[in-house]
């Protein structure tokens, strides 16, 4: 199945060639998968804009830690999400990280997925999930008990 998506990905990218670049728009779903080989076609021929921050000259951040009351991870919508701040409020210590090109800072997943997929301009509204990340070993990150969770078992 993965290599009919990235056969599928390949050909989108090589017959769209044509096509006006447009601005990454709001988010596909990723249950739809035309929609996905479409947009992430976009992405490699061209036709669609993504964020291509150089990690060794990055623009001002528009957000810091001393913003947030909770440590955890935040991406920074001023840098079109592909910039993430991690915030240790423990420690004090801060950091960030670029995630590749063609993809950006899923809030919502915390992790970097292609852009076409993520809502940057949502992110802020899920920005208390980073309170989850510190609830224990049997809730999820969206708050919800881990069924059969049992916090004493070893891997």
């Known amino acids: ?22 601005k990454r728009q ?7 998968t035309e929609a996905m080989i479409e947009m992430i076609g976009g992405l490699f ?12 000259n990055l623009p001002e951040f528009t957000i810091s830690c001393e913003d947030f009351g909770t440590g955890g991870f935040y ?3 001023g840098l079109e999400c592909q910039v993430v701040l991690h915030c240790d409020k423990d420690t ?11 993809t950006v800072f899923d809030q ?6 292609w852009a076409p ?12 999930l980073n309170e989850n990340l510190h609830q224990g070993p049997c809730i999820d990150i ?14």
């Open 92 to 102: 004090g210590i801060s950091g960030y990280h670029v995630c590749p090109n063609m």
């Open 26 to 32: 709001a988010a596909v779903n990723r249950d739809d």
């Open 75 to 77: 991406a920074d919508p």
């Open 45 to 56: 021929n061209g036709t669609i804009d993504y964020p291509k921050y150089d990690p060794n």
């Open 142 to 155: 969206w708050g919800n008990q881990v069924p059969n969770c049992d916090p004493n078992q070893k891997k």
């Open 108 to 113: 919502f997943l915390f992790t970097c997925s």
């Open 1 to 22: 199945m993965k290599a009919v998506l990235v056969i599928a990905v390949i050909l989108a990218a090589s017959v769209s060639g044509g096509e006006i670049r447009q």
């Open 117 to 128: 997929t993520v809502d940057c301009a949502g992110a802020t509204s899920y920005y208390a």
